[in-house]
C-alpha cells in the first residue's frame, strides 16, 4: 500500500480500514519497536537480581500469560476461516504473528529465568480458570460463531490481558518490562480490530446483542477468577484487583454490552 501523507484517522472510513487491517501498516507498527531487540527485548539490558520467591512468583505469572497467548494464537488462525471479509482475514493474519511471538517470547523469558522445559512448566503452573477460558473460546471458534468469538478473543482476552500487562510492566524487572511494553502495543492493535468489528457487528443486527451479553457474563466470571489468582501470584495488594477489575469493566463497557 503507498505511503499516505497526513493522519490516518482523516481517511474515509474503509481507507481507514484498507489502511490499518494491511500487513504494510502492521509491519510499521512492529518494525518501530521491535529492531535491535532479541526475544522481545534490548540485548544490553541488564538483568536484575531476584529473589527466589519473586523470581518463583514470575514463573507462575508467566507460565499464565502462556496460556492466554496459546489461546489467541490457535483462536485467532481459527478465525481467519471464518472472518466474513478480506479485511478481517488479513488483520487476523498479522494477529496471528503477534500471538506466535508473544508465545515465544515468555518461554524464552522462562528459560532465562532458569526454567529448563517451560512448556512442562506451563502445564503444571496455568490457572484452571484461565484454561477455561481458552477452552470456551475454541469451542466458539469451532462453532463458527463470528460474534461471540470476537467479543471473547478481541475485547475480553485482550481487554484482560492489556490491564494485567500494563500493570505488571510498571514494577517487573527491567528486561521483562521490555517484553511486556512491547507486546502492549500488539495487544492494544487487537483490541482496536475487536471493538470496531464488534460494534460494527452489533449496530448492523442489535438483536444479537442479547446472545452476545449472555456470553460476555459467562466468560467475566472467568476473567474475574484468573484475576484473583494473577494477583494472588504476582504478590500485589488486594486493592489492584480491584484497580485492574474495572480497567477490564471500562474496556468492555465501552461497546455498550451489559453481562
Ligand atoms: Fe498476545
Ligand atoms: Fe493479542
New binding site residues.
Partial sequence: MPQRPGDIHDLDPQDFLEEVHSFEFWFQAVEGYLSGTTWGHNPATKEEELSEGDRDQLISVLCNYCV??TA?LEASSGLIAIAPNRLSKVFLSTQVA??GR?LEVFLHRLRELGVTDPEAEVEKRASNSLKLFKKRLLELVESKDWEAAILAQNVIL?SL?FAVFHNHSRDADPVTAEVLKG?IK??RR?IGFGENELGRCLSGAPHNKTRIASIRKELDHLVFDTLHQTIGHLGLPRSDEDTLGRLYLESVDRLGISG
Wanted: avoid cysteine; hydrophobic fraction near 15%.
Fill in positions: 492466554g497467548e489467541a503477534d500471538e508473544h485482550e490481558e507486546i500488539d495487544e487487537h
